[in-house]
């Protein structure tokens, strides 16, 4: 008894080739994935119209955040609080972070998920000045960074707090910076996975030991340089 | 005493497509790949991300379907009913060329179309979105637990991962808008039973012999 047309049970068995053939490509393209990468970010970084933006991997920002909502700070209700093992402790408003010395940094933008933002403007305070401005006491090891969305957090050592490519930032891409990119203030720690250049920022703590931050918590490394850290062989931002 | 005593439907007029089983395997699959897409979404586009935030969990949900997706057809496999139909989608007979040649005319004519119980595009539409599903899961296995294997890998898994998510998400675009093109091909699946004349009309070659 055979209830079916012959071609229909013993017909060609081109499902499992496809199938096979699919799963082939795929680790085909995990292993031509960099040299594709590479020829793609070559596209998206002379396209004019920006459209490769809104493709995977094809260059720009990409938003995260690990909270359900931020709230809006803007330059009346923004502060910005230096403290822990400080001898002056103080809250900076935005106005008083915007007249203190500003630097520029012209660097790549490099995030520990894959993209790559090349040249992208930072502009603001030297984190190193505002440390030397509240006199860092002595036994302090590392600074501890909070953020106004409640949750996110981060942390350096003292050595490269003080780095000059380490700014708290207050301009990005020539532009103040946005609710979305992490304004008004946020960090920017140019040599590292941009995990680190924490949003929303709203306070500097000095304490005597790294406090590992939010993503650190979740596996992520503490030293985050680019290119040395997190299993990853990037070019170095800085 | 029921509404539609008015109006029988002649018993044989029904023909049984799919088993309880299978169509549970369906449902599943569906729902785990609607959360899927649904995360990866907002993990994905910026105006969504803004939306939803709460990233960690956003992620963890996404991984917890992802790990789930296949579930559904490997418990399937205990049932006859859908083995049989597995391995009716993987044999191609020579009906299911002409079916092909004619798709790629664009040629929608019945008679150049021949089908058994399933057509050469559901053919091809199942075990491609079999081996997807299957290379997702790997890369996205490779992106979450990155001391699994040589570290380079997860930036290229991630490539792959977002490429083939973009690709997955305009076939099953495709998959979606065939179905709610065809209302009984949906009934079949909601309650199993599909009527002789569709039957014959999309799957001439389809040999029937159960009746519900």
Request: aromatic letters at 8%; a positive charge; charged letters at 20%.
């Amino acid at each position: 008894m055979n209830p079916e047309p012959p071609e229909e049970r013993d017909g060609t068995p081109v499902g499992r080739r496809v199938f096979l053939g699919t799963l082939g490509l795929g680790a085909l393209g995990v292993l031509a994935a960099p040299t594709l990468q590479r020829a793609l970010e070559g596209v998206a970084g002379k396209d004019p119209t920006g459209l490769t933006g809104l493709l995977p991997n094809g260059g720009g920002f990409r938003y995260y955040s690990v909270a359900a909502s931020v709230p809006d700070k803007n330059a009346t209700d923004y502060r910005l609080t230096v403290g822990g093992l400080v001898d002056r402790p103080r809250a900076y408003t935005l106005a008083e972070l915007r007249a203190l010395p500003q630097t520029r940094l012209v660097k790549d933008v490099q995030c520990v998920t894959g993209w790559r933002v090349p040249g992208t403007p930072f502009e603001g305070v030297r984190l190193a000045d505002l440390l030397d401005a509240a006199g860092v006491r002595r036994g302090a090891k590392a600074i501890r960074f909070t953020c106004f969305d409640g949750t996110y957090s981060e942390s350096l050592t003292l050595d490269q707090a003080r780095r000059p490519d380490v700014l708290v930032a207050l301009r990005m891409q020539n532009k103040d910076i946005g609710h979305d990119h992490g304004g008004p203030v946020r960090l920017y720690v140019a040599p590292m996975y941009f995990y680190k250049s924490a949003k929303w920022l709203s306070g500097i703590a000095v304490t005597d030991r790294v406090e590992p931050g939010y993503w650190e918590n979740l596996g992520y490394d503490v030293d985050a340089w680019v290119g040395r850290s997190n299993g990853r062989t990037d070019e170095p931002t800085s | 005493m029921s509404l539609r005593a008015d109006t029988p439907a002649p018993p044989a007029a029904r023909i049984r497509r799919f088993s309880r089983a299978e169509r549970w395997v369906h449902r599943t699959t569906a729902a785990l790949m609607g959360v899927c897409v649904a995360t990866a979404a907002v993990l994905y586009i910026p105006q969504l991300a803004v939306l939803v935030g709460r990233r960690a969990l956003v992620v963890r949900v996404h991984e917890c379907a992802g790990l789930a997706l296949p579930v559904p057809v490997l418990l399937g496999l205990a049932s006859r009913a859908f083995r049989a139909d597995l391995r009716f989608l993987n044999r191609f007979g020579p009906h299911d060329k002409v079916w092909l040649r004619a798709a790629l005319r664009r040629d929608r004519r019945r008679q150049v179309r021949p089908a058994g119980k399933f057509n050469a595009g559901q053919k091809i539409y199942a075990a491609w979105i079999a081996g997807a599903t299957l290379v997702m899961l790997g890369t996205g296995l490779l992106m979450w637990f990155t001391h699994l294997a040589p570290l380079v890998w997860r930036t290229s898994a991630t490539f792959v991962h977002d490429w083939l998510a973009l690709t997955i998400a305009v076939v099953l675009a495709g998959h979606i808008g065939m179905a709610l093109g065809d209302p009984e091909a949906r009934e079949g699946l909601r309650t199993g039973t599909v009527s002789q004349e569709w039957a014959k009309r999309q799957h001439p070659l389809w040999r029937t012999r159960q009746r519900p």
